[in-house]
C-alpha cells in the first residue's frame, strides 16, 4: 500500500558529504513524521533525525551541527544532507515515514530497504 525507497548511499572519504533522498509513494492521505536511522553492523538500529510535517526536527547528538533533515511535503519526500562525515557514520541508513493511509485510514509506520553508507579513505 505504501512505499518508502531510498537513494544516496555510497563509498566518501572521511570529511566529505553525501545527500540521501527517501520519497514515499502509494495509498499515502497524510505524512506525520519522516526520519532517518542508521545500523552499524553488530549495533542497534539508532535515530539519526527525524522532521514533522510542521517542519520540527530531532536530531541525535552525534550529528548535530553536520546533518540537516528537510523534507518536501508536496512530493512526501525526505532529505538528508550529511556533512563532515566520520568512519563512525557508516552504517545502513533507514527511512521511516508514519502515515495515514487512505485505504485504511489507519497510521502505519513504513520503513525502506536501506541504502549503505560507508566513509572510508
Known amino acids: 500500500q505504501v512505499q518508502v525507497v531510498e537513494s544516496g548511499g555510497g563509498l566518501v572519504q572521511p570529511g566529505g558529504s553525501l545527500r540521501l533522498s527517501c520519497a514515499a509513494s502509494?495509498?499515502?492521505?497524510?505524512?506525520?513524521?519522516m526520519g532517518w536511522y542508521r545500523q552499524a553492523p553488530g549495533k542497534q538500529r539508532e535515530l539519526v533525525a527525524t522532521a514533522t510535517s510542521g517542519s520540527s526536527t530531532n536530531y541525535a547528538d552525534s550529528v548535530k551541527g553536520r546533518f540537516t533533515i528537510s523534507r518536501d511535503n508536496a512530493k512526501n519526500t525526505v532529505y538528508l544532507q550529511m556533512n563532515s562525515l566520520k568512519p563512525e557514520d557508516t552504517a545502513v541508513y533507514y527511512c521511516n515515514a508514519d502515515v495515514w493511509t487512505s485505504a485504511t485510514m489507519k497510521w502505519g509506520d513504513y520503513w525502506g530497504q536501506g541504502t549503505q553508507v560507508t566513509v572510508s579513505s
Open positions: 502509494g495509498s499515502i492521505f497524510s505524512i506525520y513524521t
